[in-house]
């Protein structure tokens, strides 16, 4: 088990192979960021944004919370959201959940688990809407399938939040995305459909 001592020490190494490798690369990091992307996703520790995308620090702007959730009353996560839109001018804002999802998981079981519960309310709705298509399917399929529709619904959320209907006005151009990782075998998904007006949400 790593010790915090480990994580300095691995920090001091990782540094010093980047500027080994790219003496100017922290230089031109410190002096501004300029992402193209916004990433939405869970925070669970086995799906690291920036890598499974390949891309580098400063690339990508990401917030993450259990289970990519997108709640209008979520002053994080909009205050992000208003920032990467309004200030660093993404225009691509990724929602990315990921097949297995504990948060799912414990939604579609409903299951309770204190705080989180709360949390969580939106998937267990998401859960009951989509009762019959999920009974449908054998045990083993369903929380992957309410994981894919938990993202299709957190997209359309993105696109209804006054941020992304505030840019869309302005004609800023932005683009909403619905993406899942399997992380089985470290592939992404895009699910589907890319929204880039109001007029795609009707």
């Not at 501004?32 to 944004?49: M, T, Y």
């Not at 579609?108 to 969580?120: A, M, Q, S, V, Y």
Request: contains cysteine; glycine residues 6%; charged residues 25%.
């Amino acid at each position: 088990m790593p010790t915090l001592s480990d994580l300095l020490e691995n920090n001091r190494q990782w540094a010093e192979a980047v500027t080994a490798e790219d003496p100017d690369f922290f230089k031109r990091l410190a002096g501004q960021q300029k992402p193209e992307f916004l990433w939405i996703g869970c925070s669970d520790s086995r799906v690291p944004a920036n890598q499974i995308v390949g891309m580098q620090p400063g690339e990508v702007f990401v917030h993450r919370n259990v289970a990519n959730l997108v709640v209008h009353c979520d002053m994080n996560l909009l205050a992000v959201l208003q920032f990467a839109v309004e200030y660093l001018k993404v225009r691509h804002v990724i929602v990315c959940g990921h097949y297995g999802c504990g948060g799912v998981q414990a939604a579609l079981e409903d299951r309770r688990l204190g705080l989180i519960d709360n949390w969580l309310r939106p998937i267990r709705q998401l859960a009951l809407d989509h009762a019959a298509e999920l009974d449908d399917l054998p045990e083993d399929q369903r929380l992957n399938r309410l994981c894919e529709l938990n993202v299709k619904r957190q997209a359309i959320n993105l696109a209804r939040t006054t941020v992304v209907q505030a840019a869309w006005e302005r004609e800023q151009p932005l683009s909403i995305h619905g993406w899942i990782y399997a992380i089985g075998d470290g592939r992404l998904k895009d699910l589907g459909p890319v929204y880039r007006s109001m007029e795609d949400l009707a």
